[in-house]
């Protein structure tokens, strides 16, 4: 099955400063790849998607990178802002076999951003 | 409804004892998900649901965990005779359609304490 690995664990910035998170996946036929943050005791929120056919996509501050080659993406905020601080979680969507619309996540990556 | 609605909000119940959660997932939605998060972990998919049928119960970690969905409406997640390691978030996420590129998303959760 997938596994998704993500890095760093915990992640400490300054406003305004870029925050990036990384992911890798193992599993070659996956094909979707959202990005939710999640506030303490909150609902995991959809922040960024991306699909296989795409290498990039921005909204506003926030992109995702994918290299399928290399099997990983990434998640870049710019000009951080205090109420980014949450966990950000990367989920990896199978495409066939047994995997096939299961979202795997990986472990989450604890952003705090300092005024 | 606006979005994925979970009841109880909290539950507290002694280990032995039977649980049951319910989620409500998006009007239109045919695809629901539910995962178990414990405290400071990543989301560990339990079952996935396409209408009323179960194409994937990978997840369940015993035969005390048992659930249904009726139609394209409720769901509910079922655990027997509760142990202390079933404490956790229950989360129930739901799409326009299962399979690879729908986004999910997630309810609030229902908080489960087993003392």
């Known amino acids: 099955g997938e596994n998704v690995e993500q890095h760093p664990s915990t992640l400490s910035v300054q406003e305004g400063d870029s925050a990036v998170i990384k992911c890798t996946y193992s599993?070659?036929?996956?094909?979707?790849f959202p990005w939710y943050k999640q506030e303490l005791g909150k609902r995991p929120q959809l922040i960024i998607d991306i699909r296989s056919n795409v290498g990039e996509k921005k909204d506003q501050r926030i992109a995702v990178t994918l290299n399928k080659t290399a099997k990983h993406f990434s998640l870049h905020i710019t000009e951080t802002q205090p109420e980014d601080s949450a966990v950000y979680f990367c989920a990896a969507m199978g495409a066939g076999g047994t995997s096939y619309g299961k979202l795997t996540f990986g472990q989450g990556t604890i952003l705090t951003v300092h005024p | 409804g606006a979005g994925v609605s979970q009841s109880p909000s909290n539950k507290v119940t002694e280990k032995g004892k039977d649980v049951e959660l319910r989620c409500d997932p998006i009007s239109g939605h045919t695809a629901l998900y539910w995962y178990r998060q414990r405290l400071g972990q990543g989301l560990e998919f339990l079952i996935y649901?396409?209408?009323?049928?179960?194409?994937?119960k990978s997840g369940l970690p015993s035969d005390r965990f048992s659930a249904e969905r009726t139609g394209e409406s409720v769901s509910t997640l079922t655990i027997q005779r509760t142990q202390q390691e079933d404490s956790a978030v229950y989360l129930c996420?739901?799409?326009?359609?299962?399979?690879?590129?729908?986004?999910?998303?997630f309810g609030d959760g229902t908080r489960l304490s087993i003392l």
């Open positions: 599993d070659s036929a996956s094909n979707y």
């Open positions: 996420a739901s799409s326009l359609a299962g399979g690879s590129n729908q986004p999910q998303h």
């Open positions: 649901f396409q209408g009323n049928s179960a194409p994937d």
